[in-house]
Every structure is written in structure tokens, then in C-alpha cells.
């Protein structure tokens, strides 16, 4: 295939490119009304949380009205009889079949509130209907994926500001040094540094001990922040933006300790504050003995608290998490203080995420809060009074998929933890205020959602609000993915994955297979919960594809070993477990042929599928790469940084794609946004040039598409010409 530099200056949407969206939106189409709901509309509480509402899906008429105490549902009005009781209070307004209100809102007794954004009516419990002011409109907009740990409580006795709380001193600083001044005598200084400079000096906030003899400021080194130039031909601009790579300089703040006294101040050394990413917070306590600090290493090896000391004039690591590979920090890092010198303390020491309770004034741990099997995922809440809390964890089912997410109660003492929202399914919740009931969602990518009302306190079903069904999906020809798990390269975890077979089915044609892969260390990426159509997955199979989707070894989600299989090494991404995988699978699916192996991807995903051409060209025939990190050097530093570590060395250069540009095999489709302002456009560029310098011209084509940022393949005319370079070269049955 010769080399093809593509400017798409317009989307091509004529000729086949129409066509084959519009076969696309047809199908869409044909299924969307069949499908279940994946939630329910216009859930609206009551403030006391003691009645809820929701509509049926993409009804504007019916409406059911929920008595949480009871688990009594019921319709919340007939439809006909509002509309003319409305109707008798607006003599004025001409008749209509839809109905006038947009929202229903259950009040606290029990009544219901009809409102628009302009007018409301109070439907009382015998049915009469007032007029009345409408309520705010609730806020909208999806929440998107949430990798948060969860809510964060440090406590803090620090008391901010230059005066100290006493009022008897003021601390300025000074061309970055700290000047201290005595209230009574304004007019004396004493200079507390002399080495500070404007890029190398001491700033605030100034954090003053409550007893106003000490406090606490930052020495920062600030180091400029390289910049990365975004271009964009349609628009005719360039646009610097900060975008530090691995190994850059990096700005560092160092916590610093001074005394109104004749004491020196006093800072933590390397032994006890390593090279940092990122330092936060400066924290005394209320005996102003001690001042606590938090730090991130350069490299992500770990992250942890310090503590001086004002009995001592010591600094010392109070706790720590750390790991020779890596810690991922961003990701699992979570501190609950339930006082002064009691945190709750999240840890992988067990070779998987849990909670502990730690004693601040030791750094010793008391006990764990959560334990095995699995993780502890996220912290919903925490009850420091009743010595309670709430949290989401994943693989503590026997007999389900490890990904699944379940709602747990427990308490502070580590009991057993009760699984509040129990089935063979991943569930999401939303809770009333004030957390009494919550809504459990659950489902699967074969098993439609279930409603559920549940009791917080133990999960005790209320009321089955919803229960959806496939029948009308089948009945009109879509197929459910096939959800499949099998051992991992050593025989030692079970990998899972889901197939979406092509569509129409013929059981007697083989059909080349395609896998979608993102295997970016930072979480797992096999949906989990219910959808009917998802692009990447159902286009491909639209033109006789199977279309396959595997979490391998180095993902998130599954323990530290299983995580850690990405250290220093992302052009491992799974690929010997996937392989497996698909190998076994296809052993009982004998119209899957594993001849014609495509890969497609982006972002990580993208560098995933070069890697598998280059390293596993004899399994993978073709691959579709956007948008790529080809080169963990030219992006972002601290994704990288996070799993490749700090300092660079020679694992580095191993796992670019250039490295093995004279590997490749199979044929490659290459894409870009030439505004990518995620990842450095450099990394396909150079890319480009190595396979061009490996002699790989035929072999490869490049598409830049002007304008476009991170992800442009995603653009319907890039699916599209991507979709048509996997029929060229993987031939399904009748193209």
C-alpha cells in the first residue's frame, strides 16, 4: 500500500462514506427504541428523602410516584385528568396533548409539584390542583468516569495569614525571602533568610502554629514549564501550552519551619522528603507541637505524610506507601482523618487496595478497616460518629467477574462488610438525601437493568422500580456480547473480555476478527454494565467482523501484581494473555478465524496496536493506531513518568515504537489530530519516519487531520476510512 499523507479538509460524508453511515444510523435506529432503559428518567427525591418520582422512558405522561418507607409505587397521576385540571386554571391557553409541565417534584408530605421553568402546580393528595411558583431547575450534565478514591477530610489547627494569632508579630516576604516584624515596632525588621531569590525563595500561604510561636512556608524552586505548540491550519493560529515531558526539570516546594524565637529553621532532608512530583499542605496541630506535610516522590514510587517536630526540631516520614515499581498515586491515594491523630489511610501493602486505620501520633497502623478478597474501590461516605462508612469495592463475588462493583456497609472495627447491593451483576447507586434508600442499578452487557430501591442500612430490597428486558432487541436482531474469561499467560489469573459476533450471523462463514484495545495502565476498560450500541464495537460488525474487547495483565482493578505487570514495560500491554485469550476462545467458535486479526486504538490504545504489529505480527495482520504515545519520552510526563519512572533510563528507548519499526509485518493505518493538545503530535511524526527510514513505505499510510484534536479517529469520516482499510485487508465474507 503506497504512503498516503491525507488532509481531510472537510468531513467526507459522500458517496460510500454516506452510505456506510447511513447504514450505521439505521441500524441505530432499528434498535434504540427496543432497547431497555439504562436509567430512570427524572429520578427527583424529596429534600427528606422519604419520596421519589421518575417517568417512564421517553414518556412525558407517565409517571410513578414512590413512598421510599413502604416500597408503595404506584402512578403518580393519571395523565388525562391533570391535563384538563390544568387546562380549567389557564382558560386562556389553547388546548394541547402535551402536557405543560417538564418536571415532577415529590414534597415532603407527600404532594407532588407539576413546574416548568416558568410555572408550577401542587397537586394535592386528594388530586384538587393548585397553582404555585416552579422550584430551580436541577442541574444537568453527565458526571463521566470517576477515578476518585473518594472525599478527602484533612484536618488542620493551622491558622492562615501574616499576623500570627496572637497579633504580636507579622511575617512579609521579600524578593523570596522572610522578613519577621514585631507588631509594637513596625518599624524593625528581622530578616529571617538571606539566600532567597524571586525563582528560589520562600512563599506563603503563611501557616502559623495556633500558638502563634512558629510557622510554616514553602521554598520553591520554580523551574519554567516547557511549552508545546499547538497548530491548527483551519483556523490559521499557534498556541503555546505548558507540557512538561519525562525528565524535565520540575518546579519543587519544600515545607519550611520558622520560630518568632532565636531558633533556626528548619527543613526536611532527602532522606526524609525524597525528590518530590508535588508537595501539599502544611498542617500543625492543635498543641502547635507537630507539622504535618504531604508529599509525592518524582517518579511515583510513592507518596506519604511528614511530621516536624517542635519538641525535637526534628522532621521525620510519619507515613508512607511506597513501592520499588510504582504506586499509582492519582489513582489510589486516599486520606479520611476521623481526628486530630486518627486517619483512615488507603494501601496496597496487601498486594491489594484496603483501608486502614493508622494512628497520626505514631504512623503505626491499628488495624484494617476493609480486607480481601478484592479492593476497596472507592469511599462513599464516611460516619465518623457512628464508626461507620460506605464504600464501592470490586471482585468480592464468588462466581462473578472481578470488575464487577458492589455497594458495601462496614464498620471502623473491620467487620465482615455487607454487600448492600447483592446479584450477579455491576451496580451504580444514587442515594436519597441524607443516604437513608439509594436507587441499585444493576446490569451486565448481557442482562438488561433492574431498578432497585434498596435500605442503606442493609440493602434490604423495598420496591423492584424497573425491570428491563432484551426480548424486543433480539426479536429484531441484536446479539448480546458474549462475555468469556480464561487463564492469563502463566496459568494464574483469569482474563475477561467480551465478543460482539458480526452482524447478520451465518454460523457456516468465517469471519476475520478485530480487537479494540486501550490498555493504558490507569484502569480496565471492558464495559461492565448494559448499553445497546457502542461505535467502535457495532460498526465492525455492521460489515461481518467480530469485534472483541480484553483487559490483559498491566491494567487496573485486579491487585498490585496484575497492575504492575506494565512497569518499564507498556509495549507489554497484555498482549500474551490476549493472545491466549482469543486462542481460546476461538476453540469454541469455530466461524472466528484467527488467520485475519485486526487491531484498532487510540491514545494509549494507539501505541498498544503498533506494538502489536511490530512484537506480534504473526497474530495481529492489521492494525488502525490514533493519536498514539509512541514514544513515552515525547508525552506528557506524569502519565508516564507514573509507569515508565524517574530517572530516565534505557527501558525507555525499549518500549518506543521506533525501536522495532523494522518488525513491522502487517499494515498499518496511522492517524492524527494535527491539534492534539493530549499528546505531543511529535510522537506519530517521528513514527512515521522510522518506519519511512526501516524501509516500511508500502507497508503504512498517515492521516493528519487538520484541525483536529486528541482523538480524531473518532470523527465519523475517520471511522469510516478506518472501517475501509480493515476490509481491504481482512476480507470479510462478501467484500
Not at 518499564?568 to 500491554?573: E, G, P, S, T, Y
Request: proline residues 7%; glycine residues 10%; charged residues 25%.
Amino acid at each position: 500500500m503506497p504512503l498516503r499523507l491525507a488532509l481531510l479538509w472537510l468531513p467526507l460524508l459522500a458517496g460510500a462514506a454516506s452510505t456506510e453511515v447511513a447504514d450505521w444510523q439505521k441500524q441505530y435506529d432499528a434498535w434504540y427504541w427496543k432497547a431497555p432503559a439504562t436509567r430512570l428518567e427524572n429520578l427527583r427525591w424529596s429534600e427528606n428523602g422519604e419520596y421519589l418520582v421518575f417517568s417512564e422512558r421517553g414518556s412525558a405522561h407517565v409517571w410513578k410516584q414512590v413512598t421510599c418507607a413502604s416500597g408503595q409505587v404506584r402512578p403518580a397521576f393519571d395523565p388525562t385528568t391533570i391535563a384538563a385540571r390544568i387546562a380549567a386554571l389557564s382558560p386562556g391557553q389553547p388546548p394541547s396533548a402535551k402536557p405543560p409541565f417538564t418536571r415532577v417534584v415529590p414534597l415532603d408530605d407527600g404532594r407532588l409539584r407539576l413546574e416548568n421553568d416558568t410555572a408550577g402546580w401542587i397537586l394535592e393528595k386528594d388530586g384538587q390542583l393548585t397553582s404555585a411558583k416552579p422550584g430551580k431547575a436541577p442541574e444537568t450534565g453527565a458526571s463521566g468516569r470517576n477515578r476518585s478514591v473518594g472525599r478527602e477530610n484533612l484536618l488542620s489547627a493551622t491558622k492562615l495569614g501574616e499576623h500570627s494569632p496572637d497579633g504580636k508579630w507579622r511575617v512579609t516576604l521579600k524578593d523570596g525571602n522572610v522578613l519577621l516584624l514585631d507588631a509594637t515596632h513596625p518599624e524593625t525588621a528581622r530578616a529571617l533568610t538571606q539566600d532567597g531569590k524571586p525563582q528560589d525563595g520562600w512563599t506563603g500561604p503563611v501557616s502559623w502554629a495556633p500558638d502563634g510561636q512558629r510557622f510554616a512556608l514553602w521554598r520553591e524552586r520554580i523551574v519554567p514549564i516547557r511549552q508545546y505548540t499547538v497548530v491548527d491550519s483551519l483556523q490559521g493560529t499557534k498556541k503555546d501550552i505548558p507540557y512538561d515531558k519525562p525528565g524535565d526539570d520540575k518546579t519543587e516546594r519544600i515545607p519550611w519551619v520558622f520560630s518568632v524565637a532565636a531558633e533556626a529553621p528548619s527543613s526536611p532532608g532527602r532522606e526524609v522528603l525524597p525528590l518530590t512530583m508535588n508537595t501539599d499542605r502544611l498542617d500543625w496541630t492543635a498543641d502547635s507541637r507537630r507539622l504535618r506535610s504531604q508529599f509525592v516522590k518524582r517518579g511515583f514510587t510513592g507518596h506519604g505524610i511528614i511530621e516536624f517536630s517542635a519538641d525535637t526540631h526534628r522532621w521525620r516520614q510519619l507515613l508512607v506507601e511506597e513501592d520499588p515499581k510504582f504506586v499509582y498515586t492519582y489513582g489510589s491515594r486516599y486520606r479520611y482523618d476521623l481526628e486530630e491523630n486518627q486517619t483512615l489511610w488507603a494501601s496496597e501493602r496487601s498486594g491489594f487496595n484496603q483501608l486502614y486505620l493508622v494512628d497520626l501520633g505514631t504512623g503505626r497502623t491499628i488495624r484494617p478497616v476493609t480486607t480481601g478478597p478484592g479492593i476497596m474501590k472507592q469511599v462513599v461516605a464516611v460516619d465518623a460518629k457512628a464508626g461507620e462508612l460506605l464504600y464501592f469495592g470490586l471482585g468480592r463475588s464468588p462466581g462473578e467477574s472481578p470488575y464487577h462493583q458492589h455497594l458495601y456497609r462496614t464498620d471502623l472495627r473491620g467487620r465482615p462488610p455487607i454487600d448492600l447491593t447483592p446479584g450477579d451483576a455491576h451496580h451504580t447507586v444514587e442515594f436519597s438525601p441524607g443516604r437513608k434508600y439509594l436507587v441499585d442499578t444493576a446490569s451486565r452487557v448481557d442482562l438488561a437493568p433492574a431498578f432497585t430501591l434498596r435500605a442503606s442500612a442493609d440493602g434490604r430490597a423495598l420496591a423492584t422500580l424497573s425491570v428491563g428486558t432484551l426480548e424486543k432487541l433480539q426479536a429484531a436482531g441484536w446479539q448480546e456480547p458474549i462475555r468469556f474469561h480464561t487463564k492469563d499467560r502463566d496459568g494464574k489469573f483469569d482474563i475477561w473480555g467480551i465478543v460482539h459476533r458480526p452482524y447478520p450471523f451465518d454460523p457456516k462463514q468465517k469471519y476475520p476478527v478485530l480487537e479494540y484495545i486501550y490498555a493504558g495502565p490507569q484502569d480496565s476498560f471492558v464495559p461492565r454494565s448494559f448499553t445497546f450500541w457502542n461505535n467502535n464495537h457495532r460498526e465492525p460488525t455492521l460489515k461481518g467482523f467480530y469485534v472483541v474487547q480484553i483487559d490483559g495483565r498491566g491494567t487496573w482493578n485486579r491487585g498490585k501484581e496484575f497492575h504492575q505487570e506494565a512497569w518499564r514495560n507498556l509495549r507489554d500491554a497484555g498482549f500474551p494473555d490476549r493472545i491466549r485469550w482469543l486462542t481460546e476462545f476461538a476453540k469454541g467458535e469455530p466461524s472466528l478465524d484467527l488467520g485475519r486479526v485486526g487491531i484498532l486504538g487510540g491514545s494509549a490504545g494507539g501505541q498498544n496496536t503498533v506494538h502489536a504489529l511490530l512484537l506480534h505480527g504473526d497474530f495481529y495482520r492489521a492494525g488502525a493506531a490514533d493519536c498514539g504515545c509512541y514514544d513515552n519520552r515525547i508525552d506528557k510526563l506524569w502519565w508516564n513518568e507514573q509507569w515508565m519512572g524517574y530517572p530516565l533510563g534505557p527501558w525507555y528507548a525499549a518500549n518506543s515504537c521506533a525501536t522495532d519499526a523494522a518488525r513491522l509485518r502487517g499494515h498499518l493505518f496511522l492517524s492524527v489530530g494535527e491539534s492534539d493538545s493530549n499528546v505531543d503530535v511529535k510522537c506519530t511524526y517521528d513514527l512515521r519516519d522510522a518506519l519511512l527510514a526501516a524501509g516500511k513505505k508500502d507497508l503504512f499510510e498517515l492521516h493528519v487531520v487538520p484541525g483536529a484534536n486528541h482523538g480524531a479517529c473518532e470523527r465519523t469520516d475517520m471511522r469510516v476510512k478506518r472501517l475501509q482499510f480493515f476490509i481491504d485487508q481482512l476480507h470479510p465474507p462478501g467484500r
